[in-house]
């Protein structure tokens, strides 16, 4: 994030120093009848330099949008992560039947909207850990608990169920630890599924 604000703020005065002094020179040597041709020049190269710096800073803000999207997905995957950890508490260090986890889990919802974090993107979880013990996943760094999905309601399977890539090329996982990774198809189907 702080890297595309530098880049956004580095375009915005290549625009400021290089495209405006020579447009209002130019500008100034037309009204003085000075040099018309090296001004009028001068205003083409102003204005081909502001249109550079307009695109390049264009491409810094969608960058930028970009970016807090990833974070928006994460932060609502770790609020998913932190619902299941609360269930598990409640429920005997169990986690929810795989075929209702959205409805069981959502009294242990801290914050925001339930329904939009279910909807956009929607989530799986990992049928294997269907009323699972949680002290007996061998690997919670590395056993998927959740992931993107197609849409449904109360979704729950394995990886043949990850959705096309999310952001790009990747898909995102939770695992059971509430780690949360961006992963290609290829990597997810590597992962461990079964507890």
Same mark, same amino acid.
């Given at each position: 994030?702080? $890297? !595309?604000? %530098?880049?956004? *703020?580095?375009?915005?005065?290549?625009?400021? *120093?290089?495209?405006?002094?020579?447009?209002?020179?130019?500008?100034?040597?037309? +009204?003085?009848?000075?040099?018309?041709?090296?001004?009028?020049?001068?205003?083409?190269?102003?204005?081909? $330099?502001?249109?550079?710096?307009? +695109?390049?800073?264009?491409?810094?803000?969608?960058?930028?949008?970009?970016?807090?999207?990833?974070?928006?997905?994460?932060?609502?995957?770790?609020?998913?992560?932190?619902?299941?950890?609360?269930? !598990?508490?409640?429920?005997?260090?169990?986690?929810?039947?795989?075929?209702?986890?959205?409805?069981?889990?959502?009294?242990?919802? #801290?914050?925001?909207?339930?329904?939009? *974090?279910?909807?956009? &993107?929607?989530?799986?979880?990992?049928?294997?850990?269907?009323?699972?013990? %949680? %002290?007996? #996943?061998?690997? &919670?760094?590395?056993?998927?608990?959740?992931?993107?999905?197609?849409?449904?309601?109360?979704?729950?399977?394995? &990886?043949?169920?990850?959705?096309?890539? $999310?952001?790009?090329?990747?898909?995102?996982?939770?695992?059971?630890?509430?780690?949360?990774?961006?992963?290609?198809?290829?990597?997810?189907?590597?992962?461990?599924?079964?507890?």
């Amino acid at each position: 994030m702080a $890297t !595309c604000r %530098r880049h956004a *703020l580095a375009g915005l005065h290549l625009l400021v *120093l290089m495209s405006l002094p020579a447009i209002v020179l130019g500008l100034l040597a037309i +009204a003085k009848r000075k040099g018309t041709r090296r001004a009028v020049a001068g205003i083409v190269l102003g204005m081909l $330099t502001a249109g550079v710096a307009s +695109a390049t800073l264009f491409s810094y803000v969608n960058a930028y949008h970009e970016q807090m999207r990833h974070m928006e997905h994460m932060g609502q995957l770790h609020a998913l992560a932190m619902a299941t950890e609360l269930y !598990c508490y409640d429920s005997g260090g169990r986690f929810p039947p795989a075929s209702r986890w959205n409805n069981a889990m959502r009294p242990n919802f #801290v914050g925001g909207s339930w329904s939009a *974090l279910l909807n956009k &993107p929607p989530y799986a979880m990992n049928r294997q850990l269907s009323s699972f013990a %949680r %002290r007996n #996943v061998k690997q &919670p760094d590395r056993t998927v608990l959740f992931f993107d999905s197609a849409p449904g309601r109360n979704l729950n399977g394995g &990886p043949e169920l990850i959705a096309r890539p $999310t952001f790009h090329d990747w898909s995102v996982v939770v695992f059971v630890d509430g780690e949360v990774q961006f992963v290609t198809p290829r990597q997810a189907r590597k992962l461990k599924w079964n507890p």
